[in-house]
């Protein structure tokens, strides 16, 4: 069986085809420039590529284009589309009505349309992709629903809750929702098969361009470091993180800024690269800091504090931990963030064996046989963790 995975943006496109026998990926491809012209780049898993320009006014002649690539195309890789089974849509934000991932039926895309409001650049975009795959392939294809948001739905209000007037609780529905937790999911799932125990306290690290943190008790999420939106928890790429609301008013009384200017500039120019003006990308700014650069090192050193300090609070809130997770472009790849984080964690018995630690982007324990905590590097793969959750729900 067969199952296509879309994650779709505003003027993008991804996908990817499982073949779910052998949870393999058979092709992967991107649709850029949706709306303005139109580009595809698609690969088949045994390195053939296609791409080409064809015009994309919208998303149905961007699938009209995957549909060639997958089918007729020097890469394809199925004969036809009726050999796929289902769609599975990565989806955003769900807020509190979806705590698992679902079928789309019309009702469905109504509450992603009211929780717009909440991620007015991801539904939005994620509704176009799900209404064009209808236009395109029909209303006999299941779809499914897979949001961000989801797996962090059972946080209770002590976790979730901002501490401003509760009316904007009540009437604007602002908390916290949390992000990435299809990824959270999928890496703590894996963690807890590895420790091989029902009761277990894990916290996973989800770092690349955006990053977060999870505490998961039980197969549950407890708290997530992500907030109402993606800028909340730690400082990202381009992103602050939390900071103290006070600086914000403070900056736009004295550059008369409009609330989109701040949000371009928490958003957009922060994080590592507003403090380093460097680079968003953390190879480039530890480059610049190897070679001196002061600003670089400072916003390096303040990442991997803001990150060891998360996971300490997440353990003073599981009452523990039995394992800690490395996943993202950074989280898998960077070893000296994670020494740096599992070395200030001695005090609570954490130990790192350095040569494994050494190991980039591939699943391993990195934690010594003596260290009270297991610590793994567990790539993510948001794709599949998509595919299996459509699959679960189409063979109900
Ligand atoms: P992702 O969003 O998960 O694809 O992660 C992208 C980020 O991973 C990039 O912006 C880099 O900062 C980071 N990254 C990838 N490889 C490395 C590496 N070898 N060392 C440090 N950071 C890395």
């Not at 916290?203 to 690349?208: A, D, M, Q, V």
Request: glycine share 8%; hydrophobic share 35%; proline share 3%.
């Amino acid at each position: 069986m067969k199952i296509f995975v879309v994650n779709a943006g505003s003027s993008s496109l991804k996908y990817q085809l499982i073949d779910m026998e052998n949870e393999q990926m058979l092709c992967k491809g991107l649709c850029e420039r949706i709306g303005v012209s139109g580009v595809i780049t698609h690969k088949a898993a045994d390195g053939r590529v296609y791409t080409a320009e064809t015009l994309m006014p919208t998303h149905s002649e961007a699938f009209e284009a995957v549909v060639y690539a997958l089918t007729e195309s020097e890469a394809k890789v199925i004969d036809s589309f009726d050999e796929i089974s289902a769609i599975g849509h990565r989806t955003v934000q769900g807020g509190v009505d979806f705590t698992n991932s679902c079928l789309i039926t019309s009702e469905v895309i109504e509450k992603m349309r009211e929780w717009s409001v909440l991620a007015p650049l991801h539904n939005p975009a994620n509704i176009l992709g799900i209404e064009a795959c209808i236009k395109t392939f029909g209303k006999d294809i299941p779809q499914v629903a897979v949001f961000d948001t989801a797996f962090h739905q059972t946080m209770e209000p002590k976790a979730y809750m901002y501490a401003l007037p509760y009316r904007y609780y009540e009437q604007y529905k602002i908390r916290k929702y949390g992000f990435h937790g299809t990824s959270h999911r999928f890496v703590g799932g894996r963690a807890q098969e590895l420790l091989g125990k029902e009761h277990s306290k894990i916290i996973t690290c989800h770092l690349g361009n955006g990053c977060s943190i999870t505490a998961i008790k039980d197969g549950k999420c407890v708290d997530t470091s992500m907030g109402l939106t993606p800028l909340d928890g730690f400082m990202m790429g381009t992103r602050s993180g939390t900071l103290d609301p006070s600086a914000i008013t403070y900056i736009a009384e004295k550059e008369n800024l409009s609330p989109a200017d701040v949000d371009r500039i928490v958003n957009k120019e922060s994080g590592v690269y507003g403090i380093s003006g460097v680079s968003n990308d953390n190879r480039d700014v530890e480059a610049a800091a190897n070679a001196g650069n002061e600003r670089a090192k400072l916003a390096i050193d303040m990442q991997r504090y803001q990150i060891l300090k998360f996971i300490g609070s997440y353990i003073a809130a599981m009452n523990g931990v039995d394992a800690i997770v490395f996943t993202g472009g950074i989280g898998e790849n960077d070893s000296k963030l994670r020494e740096y984080v599992c070395d200030n964690l001695k005090f609570v018995g954490v130990e790192i064996d350095k040569e494994k630690n050494a190991v980039r982007g591939k699943e391993i324990k990195i934690s010594t046989n003596n260290s009270k905590v297991s610590v793994y590097i567990i790539p993510t793969n948001e794709e599949l963790a998509i595919a299996r959750d459509t699959l679960e729900i189409i063979s109900k």
